[in-house]
């Protein structure tokens, strides 16, 4: 009889965590049917091999599943990346650190937030376009490294130089880090899922890209309608008026 304990617990747990990651990620990469397939064959794999005990066809199974888990490397590459990043953080540990030893943030947050949101407000209702990404814990230094070189505290003024239209800097991300402006003109990946709406155009899509492979909260201003949108987490907040922004960047 088959002894349940805390390590088969465990066991279940990590397995059903990793499937419902990659589930969420193939919804949101358009691979759903493609992931609905693949587990459709582990599960006849393991019924065959495992509990009808059909040896041929098991092992023509099993080297199946050995060529499907390379596919399932490619395909969902992006999503393992993303774990991966995540796991070896400095910063997320470095985060973990701080809970021993917490300090009161609030200061902190509103000398980055308040300048970002003024900006933000200005770009809009001039209808000028900008790309703006708050590094989380997650690093975004690879993108960083694309762009130009600021180094910079962080200023409303700034900013709005930085995305004036026609300037050097203007086409591309800023990526803020620990209230200092990184680097400019940076190049993000973009995302093709297909619940992207229609009207929107590489600005968009380059920000909800990164979103969804890291844990950066990026801003996008639109040079058409001057909307002002949040992604985080591959999840669009549209139209933020200026009180919603500041609070969803507080969050």
């Not at 709406?197 to 990164?210: V, W």
């Not at 058409?224 to 949108?229: A, D, K, P, S, Y």
């Not at 933020?240 to 500041?246: E, G, V």
Request: net charge positive; glycine share 8%; charged share 20%.
């Amino acid at each position: 009889m088959w002894d349940f304990g805390i390590k088969d617990a465990i066991d279940i747990l990590v397995v059903a965590w990793a499937l419902y990651y990659l589930y969420r990620g193939a919804q949101r990469n358009g691979t759903l049917v493609i992931f609905q397939g693949i587990m459709a064959i582990i599960v006849v794999w393991l019924v065959v091999s495992q509990m009808l005990q059909m040896r041929l066809l098991g092992a023509i199974m099993d080297s199946a599943v050995g060529v499907g888990l390379i596919a399932v490397v490619i395909i969902f590459q992006n999503d393992i990346r993303q774990v991966l990043v995540r796991v070896g953080s400095r910063r997320r540990w470095s985060s973990l650190l701080r809970v021993f030893g917490r300090r009161n943030l609030d200061s902190e947050e509103k000398s980055w937030v308040d300048p970002v949101v003024l900006a933000c407000r200005n770009m809009s209702q001039q209808k000028v376009g900008a790309l703006i990404c708050i590094e989380g814990t997650d690093s975004l230094q690879q993108y960083a490294d694309t762009g130009d070189l600021i180094d910079a505290r962080l200023s409303t003024r700034l900013i709005e130089q930085i995305f004036y239209k026609n300037t050097p800097l203007h086409d591309g991300a800023m990526i803020i880090r620990d209230g200092r402006i990184v680097s400019a003109a940076c190049i993000l990946p973009v995302s093709h899922s297909a619940r992207i709406p229609k009207e929107f155009g590489l600005r968009h899509r380059s920000g909800i890209g990164l979103s969804e492979v890291s844990d950066a909260k990026v801003i996008i201003v639109s040079e058409e309608t001057g909307g002002i949108t949040l992604a985080s987490h591959g999840r669009l907040h549209r139209d933020l008026n200026i009180n919603t922004l500041q609070k969803l960047l507080l969050k």
